[in-house]
């Protein structure tokens, strides 16, 4: 298994800020996973980050609006630039767990309201 | 966009099994089956995984057809706990490549 830690929790943010939110892991992983989930939807995942290479990003999503960085096998962020109430959301990372089980393993979540 | 095809949702009576059904009329050979579920205001959490076996832990059971185009989640003693979205996913394990997740089911729990 893997455990996790994402932060913040929750946060309240302005119009046209950024935030980041970080995403710590007690075990080494190859990939790591960034999903968004808007209020009462399902998860859309956003980017692949893979350490030591830049992240793939799914359609609709783009590196301006959201940077990653995978520094090392243990850690990943994921900032929300420029943001607006339509980002008013809840950001998940997630890992697998054992290699090539396919089982992955969520962290709680950054809930995040634009105001 | 996702492969599999869920009820939007559905109700069980506590004590009672939850049979949560999943198409996937598109599987490919390698893919496996995999089955999650979402309490509110949690990350999902992950129940199980098939290829074509039968396959049984101490969370559920999963059933996978003779054709492989369809499944059924199994929670054999429904409890209000269970109370959640249950998402049903096809991927090819040991390759790196990403979860999409469709809408899945939302299981209420009747007392």
């Known amino acids: 298994s893997a455990v996790i830690s994402q932060k913040p929790s929750r946060d309240i943010c302005q119009r046209g800020t950024s935030l980041t939110i970080q995403c710590q892991v007690d075990s080494q992983v190859t990939m790591m996973f960034w999903y968004r989930q808007q209020p009462g939807q399902s998860l859309t995942l956003i980017a692949t980050a893979n350490q030591g290479s830049e992240a793939t990003y799914e359609s609709g999503f783009v590196i301006d609006k959201f940077p990653i960085s995978r520094p090392n096998l243990t850690f990943s962020t994921l900032t929300v630039s420029n943001m607006s109430p339509e980002d008013s959301s809840i950001y998940l990372c997630?890992?697998?767990?054992?290699?090539?089980?396919?089982?992955?393993?969520f962290g709680e979540g950054s809930r995040l309201t634009v105001l | 966009d996702a492969k599999t095809t869920q009820p939007p949702s559905m109700d069980c009576a506590e004590g009672r099994a939850a049979n949560l059904p999943c198409n996937h009329s598109t599987i490919s050979g390698n893919e496996y089956v995999y089955w999650y579920r979402q309490i509110h205001s949690q990350g999902p959490q992950y129940i199980i995984h098939g290829l074509k076996n039968n396959e049984t832990n101490e969370m559920a059971s999963l059933i996978i057809t003779e054709d492989r185009k369809s499944s059924t989640l199994i929670l054999p003693h429904a409890t209000l706990r269970d109370t959640a979205v249950y998402y049903c996913?096809?991927?090819?394990?040991?390759?790196?490549?990403?979860?999409?997740f469709g809408k899945g089911t939302r299981l209420h729990i009747l007392p």
């Open positions: 997630s890992v697998e767990g054992t290699p090539n089980t396919g089982e992955l393993f």
């Open positions: 996913i096809v991927r090819v394990v040991g390759m790196m490549d990403k979860i999409i």
